[in-house]
Every structure is written in structure tokens, then in C-alpha cells.
DNA sequence: GCCTTGAGGACAGGTGTTGTCCTCAAGGGG
DNA sequence: CCCCTTGAGGACAACACCTGTCCTCAAGGC
């Protein structure tokens, strides 16, 4: 009964929309009966959807929280705002689950009607850019990318490489991780017959994807320490150290365990380790706490800070 | 029949979670034959969800966008994973439609599993605050106090005035605005029987929420002009000018309109004009680009200025 | 105690669903 | 060019399900 169905699904976006419902409310809406409507709801219940119902005069339905997600049911505003909060969260590095967050931006970005598509691409080209460590990479080229390895379609793209040169690669995407502060795409390169890891913020994808192709074995089980491993050797990452005078626990309240270690030296103060790949990024990002602290290591993360100091300085007037 | 109801929705989700599907994989999957799959997929289309199959050897079915927005049917990782980026792009204002992502925030916060919520509340405490200018604003009690001005709930909390005192307020919430980089929620104060407009990150609201209550007329019908100009007067606001080193455009490729109003000088050069109210923010957000600039207004941002120079002197040895 | 609001059993008429069987139509590969 | 694969869809019969109506309870709020 395809009218039931979508009578379910239209309940379950009301219950989602607002918290409290009444019987008869629900049933106008719906333009069924309220024996209807209680029926449904049992139905909702029975497909694992937990809606609490209470009776007496401020009586009415509600949905609560289950064992399992139910469907999300958004409007057009909602998922264009969730499609350029979470692509800005993403592209800037913030939510800590990155890979699963493309994902499902991906997920969300594949069945976004197109006039959505536009909203969003409109907002994202004039939205902050917030990395302080690295360069924040476009989100829809990282949603494009994900949806490549999960449909294995082989993918086409200019590469600008370190040294300035652009190649044109036709690879198989398999993996897409981030290791530090970057975004890296595990591919296998057609014409080289092997495998490459690609900078995401260097490829510039030519639309549209192509035939699909049955995924390889990867090279290592263990992708995002297989491309950690690959990459840190290319000389990127640089260690730094630096003290910092704030006291150790207050460092840590602001800076995530797994941007650098802090060990405590005293009282009101400790020292930090971390690596880093920008080095201007780094020194944004210890400038903007607000403390005061001495880079130890490396000698160019010195000069950066002489220079923005100056800078800054001249900035002042 | 509750069996359609609920393969139509597992049907939706497999076709969510990858493109391409071959009849017989998805019969096999809902446990059906093939001849019901087509059904099943007709049903979707008349949905109004458009499910495009393509016939021969590399046929199968996949999902399109279409006129309006699909239920959006998410795993555990992947709702986790929306909450936390997407708050993590809230409370730092990122976004540029923040109102409609805290309002699609807390939709997912109110169904989502406690587990996850578990796992939510986990990541955002040590996640990064990444906002330039003014202090992040926690996640959680934006959603909760999106969620008391949807279902009319009235709200009890903390309050900690600008000159530190501490009060205990009784509200009817009614709305919740960004204005400049601050978060506010304009409520009815029960005991002062008058409006008042709540600085976000100065509430602890105290849990759980009150009663119903039923919403009084808005003391003007543009909330957001109404806190702007109420919280204008409020003098935090500062007026800042500066000239930048660099051209008009690459400057407001950079900076987003409603941060600044860029005037080009020259080829190289622009003037910027901006309000801020926290200038320590300001001077961070300026020094992050890695530009040369002078301030002409306030001479407090060049005060600040001419400190964190200093301190990064000091800090580079 | 009364009113309101949700719960749910019973029933009848109507409608939808499913698997089976069959015939087409459209791509892709040899 | 033919053949194989894969989706499209009509027909049909058996069956299950859905809906509105009617009625009786149960639980809150005033």
C-alpha cells in the first residue's frame, strides 16, 4: 500500500519537526482518521521507532531516541545547511572523524536535488576558510573523491606535483584518509601500473568518472599508517617543539591530544611536541591562544614568528 | 503493510549507501524476487524519489537526486559523525546559514540514540575550537536551547551578566540568532515581565526543561535586526579600518562579505572596514592571512597588535 | 468527579501485495 | 549480426492488509 508508506514517512517527518502532537492534529494533517493515526504510530513503534504517547488534556505523541537511527527527514534549508556546516567542518579538519564525515557528506551530496546542489556551491564559495594548519581543501572535490572509492569508478584528474609540474593520471581511487593536517587519496595509477598516493589538494578531478573497476588488493590493510608512513617520509613534517607558559592542563583544554603532547615542566608552564607540515599554520595556531611560549624547534618556525612579528608590528603602526 | 513500509525504507538505504545495484542483489538483500524489487522501485518513483535502471549486462538500479530531499537514512558512525562536524561548524560560525544548522542539528540530536549522543558528547570535548574572533560557543547548548524555542518549552538557566554577577532566570525562549560572531537568544523573562536578549555562551541552562508554554507576540517581527540594533547599543561593538597590502579581490576572495566591506586603493592595495567585538580576535583573524596591513581604527586593536608582536618576538627567542 | 485524550478489540468492505509465468526491450560482447 | 543478460511490465489467483466505524477502557489534569 503506497499510500500507507508514504503516510509513515509523512508521520515520521511531523514527529521529527516538532516535539509534541496531538491524536486528532496528526490525523488533520495526515487526513486519515485518528484510529489511523494510532495505528500508525504502532507501526512506527513495531519498525523500532520509539514514540512515547501520553494521555489527559496536554496529552499527545512524541518521538523519542531508539536503538537505531531512524531516517533523517529535512527540509531543503536543513540540508543545505548541513551540506556547507559539515563541508566546512570537514575541508577545515575540526570534527575529528573525518573520513566518516565524508562519507556522509558524500551520502547526502548524492541525493541533493540539484537546485539544492547550486544553494550549496553558492554559500561554499563565500564561506571562511578556517585552517589555521594547513590549507582547507574544497569540499566537493573530497565528496567527488569519496564517492569514486565507494563506487569504484576509475577517476581522471590533472596533478599539480610538488615540484610545479601538472600530470594527467587515470587511477582506480581506493582510499581516501587524512594523515596530519592533509587530505591524501590511495589510488592505483593506471599507466604506471602501481599504486600512488595522491595530495587531494593537488588533484583537480575531470568530470564525469569513469567505467567502474573491481577493486585490488590494498597494499596494506592498515591505509591511513600505510600513507602516514609513505608520507612522512616526504619530508613534510617537521617536529616542533616549543614551551609553552600556561600550565599543562590548560594546554590540553585547548589543544586536542592528537595535535601534539604536552608534558608538563611546572606549575605555569610545559612543553609541547607536535609536527607540522605549515609551518606558518603553526605559528597561527600557537599565536592565537593567547600565551606566551618560546619555539625551541625548528629554527624556520623562529624566522616565520621574527617575520609575522614584524609584520604585525608594522601592522600597528 | 508494514513489511512494504519497511523494505521501502531498507530498499531507500541500500541505494544510499552505494550507486550501482543489480536487481537480483537487491532482491536477495530484502528477501524478495526480482519481479517485487521492480515493484518496490515503482513504488519509490511514484514517491517521487528517482530511481534510474539501466537494462543489459551492466545493468542495475541506482538512485538520482530529484525534485525534493529523500529521507536520509544514516549508520551510527555517520550520524555521530554529522553531529559532531557540523556542531563543530556551528559554535564556530562557519557555516554562514547557522540558524537553519542548529535548528537541522538539533532534529538529529533529538532522535539520536543515547549510545551515539554518548559518543557525541565525547568528541566535541576534545575537539578543537577553531574561531577567530570570539570564543567558540558550546554545541549542546545551542541545540537544547534551539530545541526549548521549537517546542515552546520554557527554560531555566544561569545567567552570567558582563560584570560577572550571576542570576537565575525563569524564560519563555523564543528565539535564537547570531548577530556579528556571538550567539543570543531572545527570550520572555518570566520575573522581569519584560524581553531580554541572552548572551549564548554566558547561559548554563539548568536541565530539564519546564513546561509548555504558549508564544507571545515578538516585540519585532525581524528578530535579527531587532537583537542587532539592541545589542549594537551595547557597545561592544568596535569599528575597525585598515588598509591591506593586496588587491581588492584576492582580498574578498578571502574575507566573506558579511565580515567586511573591501574598497580597492590601488592594484595592490584595499581598504577594509569591519566591526568586531573582540579585537583580540580581529587581530588573529588579520594576522592569518599572511598579508601586510596597517589598522587606522581603533587604537586598541593597535595596542593589541603591537603586543602580540611583541610576544611573538618572545616567543621566537 | 468530570473532561479530555490515547489504547485497542471487533467487524466488514475494499484494496494492495506477492510469486509465478510470460513476453518485450535495450545494452554489451563475441 | 546474433545472443546473452538484465530490466519492464501485464495477467492472475490467493492471500493479507488497511481503513473507518463503533464501542469500551485507562490515565492525566482541573
New binding site residues.
Partial sequence: ????SA?LLKLLSLLEMRRDW???ELAGRLE?????V??????LRELGYPVH?????????RLGAGASMPPLLLDDEEAVAIAVGLGAAVSAGVSGMEETSVRALAKLEQILPPKLRKRVGAFRSHTVGISFEGQTVDASVLTLLANSCRDHDRLRFEYRAHDGTESYRITEPHRLARAGSRWYLLAWDIDRVDWRIFRVDRITPVTPTGPRFTPRELPDPDVSAYIARKVTVGAYQRKVVATLHVSADEARQRIPERYATITPVDENSCTMESRADNLDGSAYYLAAFGWDFEVHEPPELRDRLRAMAERLGRAAG
Same sequence: chains 1, 2.
Fill in positions: 500500500m503506497l499510500q500507507t503516510r496531538a491524536g486528532d486519515v482518521t485518528t484510529r489511523t494510532r495505528r500508525d504510530v504502532d507501526k504517547a501520553t494521555t489527559g488534556t496536554a496529552g499527545g505523541y
